[in-house]
């Protein structure tokens, strides 16, 4: 009890400070997601995430080798394709904006890891995440038929040269349906990032501008998890372990840092936090009227997320983290 304990004893300069820090942020924990779309020289800022554009493969070429030279290990690749169909065909063809965009990439920069978003929501024509029954118009995504798609995207990213395949959908059975279908294919050695406790989030706003993505009608709800749930995130991890996951993933981040403490808890696999898109955009549009200090005020968030339990963290301002950490 004061006067014996004095906590401020530990403050009192920077090296004390640096002696008793519990948790360091560094550019290893960073993942950089990017947008490929079709074309040659594009580079389309969105309007809602300042200092995120839309990228033809060629810019995502560039852009890769700047995050590779700021020294953040990985991207995770998302595809806006010239074509939406019922059948998704922009994700699982050959010819696909990831596929494309991984190959290049993996051609260039060897060393980078290239995670590919493995979901279906940008290439359907009605945006959602799976298949629908025809008519159809409230979103009651079909599990079991989706997970053929999934399989076959999954596939196809890592004959692309993907090192990760990260789904993202929320399909029942999703994990063990993509393991199988990579092992088939000889991809034994391909690690699945899942997102595993993925909310149906207002937070993925501007990412639906950024992808082109929003559902035509109906919502996310019978796929995504609800807000409210903490426990059923544990369900969820658990059966995606079983299934062979290697990683998991909690998305959004900053409002559910609990559920980021109770998954690192429950596992010992790494975590990843998803810092989503609205997320991003608050801190930029705060910064932008000079209302926040935009460092101060993204390295704090970050440094929340590794102390709320985060191993990894995707995020849009990787490249400025990595930045203000080299000094
Ligand atoms: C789609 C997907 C979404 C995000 C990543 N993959 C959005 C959604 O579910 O609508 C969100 C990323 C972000 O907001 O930054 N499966
Ligand atoms: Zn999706």
Not at 127 to 145: A, I, K
Not at 193 to 207: C, D, Q
Not at 213 to 227: E, H
Not at 256 to 272: F, G, H, Q, S
Request: net charge negative.
């Amino acid at each position: 009890m004061f006067p014996t304990h004095r906590p401020r004893r530990l403050r009192q300069s920077t090296q004390l400070r640096r002696m008793v820090c519990e948790n360091v942020l560094t550019t290893n924990d960073l993942i950089y997601p990017m947008f490929a779309v079709p074309g040659e020289s594009i580079a389309k800022e969105v309007k809602s995430m300042p200092g995120v554009y839309q990228l033809s493969v060629d810019k995502i070429v560039e852009e890769a080798k700047e995050v590779y030279d700021l020294g953040i290990p990985s991207i995770i690749l998302f595809g806006i394709p010239e074509n939406k169909d019922v059948e998704a065909t922009g994700a699982w063809h050959d010819c696909g904006m990831i596929q494309k965009a991984a190959t290049a990439v993996k051609e260039a920069v060897p060393d980078l890891v290239v995670i590919a978003d493995t979901c279906l929501c940008e290439y359907t024509n009605h945006g959602h995440c799976g298949y629908l029954e025809v008519g159809d118009l409230t979103g009651r995504v079909l599990n079991d038929p989706t997970l053929e798609l999934l399989k076959k995207t999954a596939v196809s990213q890592a004959k692309a040269g993907a090192d990760i395949i990260a789904p993202s959908g929320m399909m029942d059975g999703f994990v063990q349906a993509i393991r199988t279908g990579l092992d088939d294919a000889g991809f034994q050695d391909i690690p699945i990032l899942s997102y595993a406790a993925k909310y149906a989030s207002a937070y993925y706003g501007p990412f639906r501008d950024a992808a082109d993505s929003a559902p035509q009608f109906g919502d996310r709800r019978t796929y995504q998890m609800d807000p409210a749930n903490g426990t059923e995130a544990i369900k969820e991890i658990a059966l995606d372990i079983a299934e062979g996951a290697d990683m998991l993933m909690v998305k959004p981040a900053l409002a559910y840092m609990d559920v980021i403490w109770r998954v690192k808890e429950a596992t010992n696999l790494p975590v990843a936090a998803y810092n989503v898109s609205g997320e991003y955009s608050m801190i930029k549009a705060a910064a932008l009227n000079d209302w926040i200090d935009e460092q101060r005020v993204v390295m704090e968030t970050l440094t929340g997320f590794k102390r709320a339990g985060a191993d990894l963290i995707l995020t849009y301002h990787a490249k400025d983290a990595a930045r203000w950490l080299k000094g």
